[in-house]
């Protein structure tokens, strides 16, 4: 069965340090999507791709986060500085594009971030 | 950001009990989704609705697409210890494709054997 992928899975690191993360969506699937979910509350999009466009970045914190995929495949999601409140988990989620508008997005099992 | 308002907020139930949780919002939603999570692992879909009144089940899950298009509910019948996790609902706000979603906060559900 297609998955979607992410790496790493767990990543510790410092404030003030750079992390990245990397997502590959199924096959075939043309949007790609980056959520953040704090411990106890449900996911919340940051970055949404169309192949290799943003679509919509309205939620991501741009002075410290980036997001590519330039390729349209895979994409890696980018923190520098990282802060003391961005440990949360993030989620990678795509969705193929299929005829009536099929609104299923599929998720990675994610990168669990803690900064210290 | 924009979340729906998802009930009860936990659930601790004997196994072989029914359960029931809902979403509602002050939006109307062209679609509603459910999702179950367990702990350190992205959520898997369970149930997508997509019209007004759908009543869709997927073995021992039920999940209804309210009338008004601002709620949903999921029952889960007969309850085993494999149930446990955090279910979300997720409903899509805007029309067209973009295919944005936003999530209420979970219902965490727990089974004692």
């Known amino acids: 069965e297609a998955e979607v992928a992410q790496s790493p899975r767990y990543k510790i690191t410092e404030k003030s340090q750079a992390v990245a993360f990397w997502c590959d969506p199924i096959?075939?699937?043309?949007?790609l999507y980056w959520y953040r979910q704090i411990l106890g509350q449900g996911p919340e999009l940051l970055v949404q791709?169309?192949?290799?466009?943003?679509?919509?970045d309205s939620q991501l914190p741009k002075d410290r986060f980036s997001a590519e995929r330039l390729k349209g495949v895979d994409s890696t999601l980018k923190i520098q500085p990282a802060e003391l409140g961005d440990s949360a988990m993030y989620l990678c989620a795509s969705r193929g594009e299929l005829a009536g508008g099929n609104n299923e997005q599929f998720f990675g099992p994610g990168t669990r971030l803690t900064v210290l | 950001g924009q979340q729906l308002n998802q009930s009860p907020q936990s659930m601790f139930i004997q196994e072989g009990e029914d359960v029931s949780m809902n979403c509602t919002s002050s939006?109307?939603?062209?679609?509603w989704l459910w999702y179950k999570q367990e702990p350190g692992e992205g959520p898997v879909l369970l149930i997508a609705?997509?019209?007004?009144?759908e009543l869709t089940s997927n073995g021992r899950l039920t999940a209804q697409f309210g009338i008004t298009r601002k709620d949903s509910f999921l029952n889960i019948s007969a309850s085993i210890p494999s149930d446990v996790g955090i279910y979300f609902c997720a409903g899509q706000l805007n029309p067209g494709n973009t295919g944005k979603l936003i999530f209420g906060q979970g219902t965490t559900l727990q089974v004692k054997p």
């Open positions: 791709f169309q192949d290799e466009s943003v679509v919509d």
């Open positions: 096959s075939g699937h043309a949007t």
């Open positions: 939006s109307i939603f062209n679609t």
């Open positions: 609705l997509y019209k007004a009144g």
